[in-house]
């Protein structure tokens, strides 16, 4: 019998990780620590490079730094939301602290996450496995109609919410608001977005009616709403929900 775990381990090993980087020992850090998790890494050390790879076989994700030679990380990333073949392809960013950070994150540019140099190599690897598990749904072994992580759980048929083996009562809106934000992890939505998605294109409701809802949302999810940890405000741009904080 082969394990859940087994199996994804498995496809994780054909998983292929691209990794666009100029600077050699931290190109050589980011392939080592990946290579280690089983991942197949290729490596390019600057975007015509990478380009070259991709237009040879479309990794299954880019580890993507901003600051290179020629064209920049950001355009890569904007080539690769142009290209149909490419225009899902997981990105995660990696950037120099401060720089940029709201715009990256920021739809116009289409990155999936980022982390921030100096980065952990274990930190990179855990966003990596995460935008994995989020493009590729059916190794995630959970099992359908329920969220159980951490300390939250959602029975998504009976509308029955647990924090810490706690019920939580949640408004019909906010539940939708959750339960949307466990199903699109980590990636950052604006408050019109999140009015199209949860509440429907048809609803004449202001984006600021988003904010309200967070707001009781967290009440009732997070464990000091003053100072969150799974839904997260970005700001300038939106909110994005962080399942890392979840234990
Ligand atoms: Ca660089």
């Known amino acids: 019998m082969s394990t859940p775990a087994a199996a994804l381990q498995r496809e994780r090993i054909r998983y292929k ?12 850090l980011l392939r080592y ?24 076989r479309v990794p ?20 690769m939301r142009s290209n149909p073949d490419t225009t899902k392809l997981p990105i995660l960013v990696v950037t120099a602290k401060g720089a940029e950070v709201d715009r990256i994150l920021g739809l116009e540019m289409g990155a999936d ?20 598990r989020r493009a590729n749904p059916a190794n995630e072994p959970a099992a359908p109609g329920n969220y159980d992580r951490g300390r939250l759980k959602i029975d998504f048929s009976t509308y029955e919410v647990f924090v810490d083996g706690q019920p939580r009562e949640l408004a019909l809106r906010e539940f939708e608001l959750l339960r949307f934000f466990v199903q699109h992890p980590m990636r950052v939505y604006s408050r019109e977005q ?5 509440w429907g294109r048809d609803t004449f409701v202001e984006p600021r009616t988003v904010d309200v809802h967070v707001r009781r949302l967290r009440q009732q999810i997070e464990r000091d709403d003053a100072n969150p940890e ?10 994005r929900f962080n399942p890392e904080a979840l234990g």
Do not use: H, W
């Open 17 to 28: 990780i691209l990794v666009v980087e100029d600077e050699a020992d931290i190109r050589e």
């Open 33 to 56: 620590n990946l290579a280690q998790e089983g991942f197949a890494v290729e490596e390019a050390g600057d975007g015509a490079e990478a380009l070259d790879r991709i237009a040879r």
């Open 60 to 79: 299954d994700l880019l580890v993507l730094d901003l600051m290179l030679p020629q064209m920049s990380g950001l355009e890569l990333c904007r080539r």
């Open 113 to 132: 996450d980022y982390v921030v140099k100096p980065f952990s190599p274990r930190e990179v690897v855990a966003r990596v496995k995460a935008l994995l």
């Open 194 to 198: 999140l009015l199209d998605l949860v």
């Open 230 to 239: 799974l839904i997260l405000t970005v700001r300038s741009v939106g909110y």
